[in-house]
């Protein structure tokens, strides 16, 4: 098992590693987007951020098999799903959640990936 923290994303804000590599398979822990107030900027940067530590783990969008999604208001799906649809091409298995809150006041979007290769 490897931690993965890549220099290009977010350092932790708790005790917890952005990534795990074991084996052929990679995990990544929720990724916020940060606190703008369009909901676009925030799916576009949550997605970066994903794709930071795939990226320092060897793998790419291409290999995530599964994703979870929260939200902190379902009326920003459209919005959100515009830009995950340009980020995960391959059309992972994913589950989205609208949640109260999230650990960052003003964060509206979270996404945790799973990737296989």
Same mark, same amino acid.
């Given at each position: 098992?490897?931690? /993965?923290t890549p220099a290009n994303g977010? =350092? =932790? /804000?708790?005790p917890y590693t952005p990534g795990?590599?074991?084996?052929n398979m990679c995990f990544t822990?929720?990724?916020?987007?940060?606190? $703008?107030? #369009?909901?676009?900027?925030?799916? %576009? &940067? +949550?997605?970066?951020?994903?794709?930071?530590?795939? %990226?320092?783990?060897?793998?790419?969008? %291409? $290999?995530?098999?599964?994703?979870?999604?929260?939200?902190? #208001?379902?009326? #920003?799906?459209?919005?959100? &799903? +515009?830009?995950?649809?340009?980020?995960?091409?391959?059309?992972? *298995?994913?589950?989205?959640? *609208?949640?109260?809150?999230?650990?960052?006041?003003?964060?509206? /979007? %979270? /996404?945790? *990936?799973? *990737?296989?290769?």
């Amino acid at each position: 098992m490897e931690h /993965i923290t890549p220099a290009n994303g977010n =350092p =932790p /804000i708790g005790p917890y590693t952005p990534g795990i590599k074991a084996g052929n398979m990679c995990f990544t822990s929720g990724q916020l987007g940060g606190t $703008d107030p #369009d909901i676009a900027v925030q799916a %576009e &940067n +949550a997605c970066k951020n994903v794709g930071a530590i795939l %990226e320092a783990a060897g793998f790419g969008f %291409e $290999d995530v098999v599964k994703t979870t999604c929260y939200l902190t #208001d379902i009326k #920003d799906f459209a919005a959100f &799903n +515009a830009v995950y649809a340009k980020f995960f091409v391959s059309k992972p *298995a994913r589950s989205c959640f *609208a949640v109260k809150e999230l650990p960052v006041a003003g964060a509206k /979007i %979270e /996404i945790e *990936a799973v *990737a296989v290769k």
